[in-house]
């Protein structure tokens, strides 16, 4: 059974980071290429930052320079760090582990709330 467990969200001030972390069980972590999505209130899921399995990385244009998307293969772990947090950076944040080709799968974990106000 697949299995992937996000953890870091909460209540943050703008200006302020967070780290969130996503702990995947279940699947040859090191062949996925792994994913950050948002989904904000009222709007469509989007992309925030995406890493391959060799390690080439992504960014939504509105998070280049702030966000940071790693793994550790070790600890079947990918990260999001989010600096520089905006009031429009509020979402729930989800993680996504995909392969397109053998063995195929597409996953996602259950969502993170990151909510950014003063």
């Known amino acids: 059974q697949v299995q992937l467990v996000e953890s870091g969200g909460g209540l943050v001030q703008p200006g302020g980071s967070l780290r969130l972390s996503c702990a995947a069980s279940g699947i040859s972590f090191s062949i996925y290429a792994m994913g950050w999505y948002r989904q904000a209130p009222g709007k469509q899921r989007e992309l925030v930052a995406t890493i391959t399995s060799g390690g080439s990385t992504n960014y939504a244009d509105s998070v280049k320079g702030r966000f940071t998307i790693s793994r550790d293969n070790a600890k079947n772990t990918v990260y999001l760090q989010m600096n520089s947090l905006k009031p429009e950076n509020t979402a729930v944040y989800y993680c996504?582990?995909?392969?397109?080709?053998?063995?195929?799968?597409?996953?996602w974990g259950q969502g993170t709330q990151v909510t950014v106000s003063s």
């Open positions: 996504n582990a995909r392969r397109t080709f053998y063995p195929r799968g597409d996953y």
